[in-house]
């Protein structure tokens, strides 16, 4: 099964670029990477999706290496309103679309 | 406007009685999903359907049951709460299964006396 590992917790001063690697070592060829944003009391809202190499949109890049078992969200010039948990999550196309939230990071933007 | 909805928002109940959590999605997703939420343990998935009348375990599905007779909705039932069924929980849906992006709702807080 696709589990993930990420940090538990992250501080970062205001404007400044944090980067929160995933490691899921055992990725399947199928499954995607999905990052997601909760705040608190909130459901989470998708950030990016990817399946390797690079994906950019208005909010965050996402970095993913050859060998996929791992992936870097990376969230330019953070601000107070980026203090959230990020979750990492690989779909699992082989146990017929399970999922596996694990506990996310919790990032801390520091003005 | 594209969303999940879930009902009650808030609930207090008792160990044993029976209660229901309704949750709704308007934009034809196939898949629908249920979630717990605890401090320490993140989110975690109690049952998803892949389609109408199509259901299946997630990690922790022991003391819920869920039904899916059409496609929009997907009730979760406590047939008998007990208090560690305390906790957050959350209806998703995507259009389909692993490789889209789910749609939460806001989360509906139960707590079991």
């Known amino acids: 099964l696709a589990k993930t590992t990420q940090p538990i917790s992250m501080d970062s001063y205001e404007g400044q670029e944090v980067n929160i690697t995933c490691s899921h070592n055992n990725i399947a060829t199928n499954d995607y990477i999905t990052w997601y944003q909760q705040f608190p009391s909130q459901g989470p809202r998708f950030i990016i999706q990817g399946y390797k190499t690079k994906v950019t949109n208005e909010v965050a890049s996402l970095f993913i290496p050859a060998d996929r078992k791992s992936s870097t969200l990376s969230l330019p010039r953070v601000s107070l309103s980026d203090t959230a948990v990020y979750y990492c999550?690989?779909?699992?196309?082989?146990?017929?679309?399970?999922?596996?939230f694990g506990t996310g990071t919790s990032l801390t933007v520091i003005p | 406007e594209a969303q999940v909805t879930q009902n009650p928002r808030y609930l207090i109940t008792v160990t044993g009685k029976k209660l229901t959590v309704t949750c709704s999605q308007n934009m034809n997703h196939e898949y629908m999903s249920w979630y717990r939420q605890d401090p320490g343990l993140g989110l975690r998935q109690i049952y998803y359907?892949?389609?109408?009348?199509?259901?299946d375990k997630g990690d922790v599905p022991e003391g819920y049951k869920v039904s899916r007779k059409e496609k929009r909705n997907f009730p979760l039932i406590l047939e008998s709460p007990s208090p560690n069924q305390t906790s957050l929980y959350f209806c998703?849906?995507?259009?389909?299964?692993?490789?889209?992006?789910?749609?939460f709702g806001a989360g509906t807080r139960l707590s079991v006396l």
């Open positions: 359907s892949m389609n109408v009348e199509v259901t």
């Open positions: 998703a849906s995507s259009l389909s299964g692993a490789e889209n992006i789910q749609y």
């Open positions: 999550l690989v779909g699992d196309t082989n146990t017929g679309n399970q999922f596996y």
